[in-house]
């Protein structure tokens, strides 16, 4: 979404005015910055969630077969 665009869905302020802010507030460095806190968060959320479906198997006592899932067990 552009500053013209956003302009048009804010009273008050032109595109112009955005596109200044957006400017002197937004650089490389604090985007990557930003871009490896969104994947690292979305990394722990999937680790916990998958803790929570399949349990913690960290200390397993029947070695690898028992860390997966059902499904993948062999018979």
């Known amino acids: 979404m552009g500053p013209a665009e956003v302009a048009r869905h804010i009273e008050g302020i032109t595109a112009h005015e955005i596109s200044l802010a957006k400017n002197r507030h937004i650089t490389l460095a604090k985007l990557n910055k930003a871009i490896t806190d969104v994947v690292n968060a979305f990394a722990r959320v999937a680790v916990r969630l998958l803790r929570l ?8 006592p029947r070695g690898a077969a028992a860390t997966r899932p059902p499904s993948m067990t062999r018979s």
Do not use: F, N, V
């Not at 479906?53 to 397993?60: D, K, M, N, T």
């Open 53 to 60: 479906l399949y349990g913690c198997q960290r200390r397993s």
